[in-house]
């Protein structure tokens, strides 16, 4: 089984629709991050988790809100999706005890279109 | 801030060649991390190499090998007899300190394609 799993891989929606968009991991890492791609731009930090309790923006939040509801799942969400979401979204994790604590590792993506 | 530029971005090679990927970053922090991942055709993202910024030793592994050279900021990956199934992006990053965490810039990547 994928040490880091998202769902759903894929899912069309229409503008102003509330999203969903789940990671979990089997990895027992402490810090979970949410990014995008969008060609051209690569990748692109929304938000960053370290630990259930302490949530912090990355560089592109707005439109974007989280979840850490346990150490394996962070949620994101999009509160009303608008057509330049439409985007390749990726979860990672790492982990803060080991001697490569800065190494992310991703899961699948999901890749969200919104008309 | 920190920059990772993939000057290269797209590069078609025919089964067999040798071919570098080139990676320049930039960054004031005397300690950061540089990474290459592979990203297939379908869409994950596969951890290759991690290198910190004191370690300059090249690094083999099977065909794939990187050269790190502080000097000209740069961390260049090589595959040697490439194969179809190396068509893919190829994102370089670099990690530095910021805030209690580390911040990841990625370059914009390097679209591969093995032609058979």
């Known amino acids: 089984d994928a040490d880091v799993t998202q769902t759903p891989r894929n899912r069309i929606t229409k503008t102003g629709k509330r999203i969903m968009l789940e990671c979990s991991q089997t990895k027992g890492h402490d810090r979970m991050y949410w990014y995008r791609q969008d060609p051209g731009l690569g990748l692109r930090l929304i938000y960053y988790s370290f630990d259930v309790k302490d949530i912090n923006k990355g560089e592109i939040s707005d439109g974007y809100s989280v979840s850490r509801q346990a150490q394996a799942k962070f949620s994101l969400s999009l509160e009303s999706a608008i057509p330049n979401q439409t985007a390749l979204y990726f979860c990672a994790t790492s982990d803060r005890t080991s001697p490569k604590a800065d190494t992310q590792y991703f899961g699948p993506g999901t890749r969200l279109t919104v008309l | ?116």
């Open chain 2, 1 to 116: 801030a920190q920059k990772v530029t993939q000057a290269q971005t797209e590069i078609s090679v025919v089964e067999k060649e040798d071919v570098t990927l080139d990676c320049v970053y930039e960054t004031r922090d005397t300690t950061y991390y540089l990474f290459w991942y592979k990203q297939p055709p379908s869409g994950e993202l596969v951890f290759l190499i991690r290198r910190n910024s004191f370690d300059e030793q090249n690094e083999i592994s099977g065909r794939y090998s990187w050269n790190f050279q502080k000097s000209t900021s740069s961390f260049n990956f090589t595959i040697t007899a490439s194969q179809v199934v190396d068509s893919a992006v190829y994102f370089c990053a670099l990690s530095v300190p910021s805030g209690g965490y580390q911040k990841v810039t990625f370059g914009i990547g390097t679209k591969l394609q093995v032609i058979p």
